[in-house]
Each structure stands twice: as structure tokens, then as C-alpha cells.
């Protein structure tokens, strides 16, 4: 959970306003599919992020703590990458660190979107933040209809020792509230998944996925 780092971490941000849907939708294009850069975007105003590398090990992590508990119980688990989840009717598009399926397995095609006036939103998306973000990510998230978001915000201390705070947030009356379990899969805590983070960094990943594997309830709530 904590590392080293010698210079102040830093992302790329370009901010615009009065950007058309339509206009996105060319911005896009141009961009491809191939693109590094993360899209934010609500009723004009468009973000577009070059993110810290460091939070890919974050995803990766949290991604291989979701699969073993998926193995575990015995669920279909599908992962949908770091998308952009869009809504032209609502004026949003968000992209994720990464995004989860559980109940159904949406067909991908071969843009890396999702429309959701098609398709049903994912269950979980994990955002992943240096600092906060200056578009009110949540509440986009939240005119999505996500269900759940894992927040895990960085930042730099005196010290240059980088911290993370997860937080477990779940969809209540259209706003995210935080919450001490994940509903996707009711047994796991927040501690746990800080837990299973700083035992990666101080352990290996082999280590703290062995850990998290007998810690596991056998007989899990349903």
C-alpha cells in the first residue's frame, strides 16, 4: 500500500467546454481504440487524462483479488476492461479503471465502449484517482445506474511515500454511500482488500493471494 517515489507524481489533463456529444463522438474516433488516454466527459465538458502507470498495479491487483473470489465461488465473472461507458441521452461518458459483470455477459464489440442505452451497466467499476478528480466522477458514475464503485484515491505525503485510501461505495437513492462490505460478493470488507494490497507490496503476489484464498469463508452468505 505504500511505496517510494522519487519524484512528485504528476498526470496529463487536458480540460474543454462546449464539446458537442457529436463532437466527442469525432474526438473519439481520432483518438481509436488503441488510446492511452482516459475520457471523461458530462454535458459538454470534456477530460481527457493521461493516467499515473503506478495505478495500473492497483487494477491488476484488484482484478486478481476478484477473480480468485469469483474461482472460489464458483461465479462467471466478466471483466470489461477499462471502457468507456457512455450515454448519449444523459450526456455522460466515463471510463473506468476497469468494470465488472456478474449477473450477464454483455457482448463486446470491437470499440472499446459501451453504450448503455443498449446494454445494462456493470455491476462494480473501480476509479482509481491521484488526488480528486476535477469532473464529479461519482455523480456520473451514479447517472449510470453502477450499482457499486471501488474509489481508491492516491496522493504524496512530506515524505514523497505514496498513500492509497479505498473506499466501498454502493448506489442508494441515486447517490453512492459508503459502505463496510462489497455487495458483490457480501463477505469481503474493505480492511480485506487493504490488507490484500499491502501484503502484494510487502509479500509478493503469490503470497497475499494464498492468504486471501484461506481466509475465504467456505460457506459464504447468500
Not at 487493504?194 to 481466509?215: E, K, P, V
Request: charged share 25%; with cysteine; net charge negative.
Amino acid at each position: 500500500m505504500f511505496s517510494r517515489q522519487k519524484n512528485p507524481a504528476t498526470e496529463k489533463r487536458i480540460t474543454l467546454s462546449q464539446v458537442s456529444w457529436e463532437k466527442l463522438e469525432a474526438i473519439l474516433e481520432d483518438l481509436g481504440n488503441q488510446r492511452s488516454t482516459h475520457i471523461t466527459y458530462y454535458q459538454g465538458k470534456l477530460e481527457i487524462l493521461e493516467p499515473w502507470t503506478h495505478h495500473d498495479r492497483i487494477v491488476r491487483l484488484m482484478d486478481s483479488l476478484l477473480r480468485l473470489l469469483a474461482d472460489e465461488s464458483g461465479d462467471d465473472l466478466c471483466g470489461g476492461g477499462s471502457q468507456l461507458l457512455k450515454h448519449s441521452e444523459r450526456g455522460i461518458a466515463i471510463q473506468p479503471n476497469a468494470c465488472y459483470y456478474l449477473a450477464q455477459r454483455p457482448r463486446f464489440g470491437d470499440r472499446a465502449e459501451l453504450d448503455l442505452r443498449q446494454v445494462a451497466p456493470p455491476e462494480l467499476a473501480i476509479d482509481i484517482q491521484l488526488h480528486r478528480a476535477s469532473l464529479k466522477r461519482l455523480g456520473l458514475f451514479a447517472g449510470l445506474g453502477i450499482p457499486e464503485v471501488w474509489q481508491y484515491v492516491t496522493s504524496l505525503d512530506e515524505a514523497q511515500v505514496l498513500k492509497g485510501e479505498l473506499t466501498l461505495l454502493g448506489l442508494q437513492n441515486n447517490r453512492y454511500e459508503p459502505i463496510s462490505h462489497s455487495r458483490l460478493y457480501d463477505f469481503l470488507p474493505t480492511a480485506v482488500i487493504t490488507s490484500f494490497i499491502a501484503q502484494s507490496d510487502s509479500a509478493g503476489l503469490a503470497q497475499a493471494l494464498a492468504q486471501l484464498r484461506s481466509w475465504i469463508p467456505r460457506e459464504q452468505p447468500t
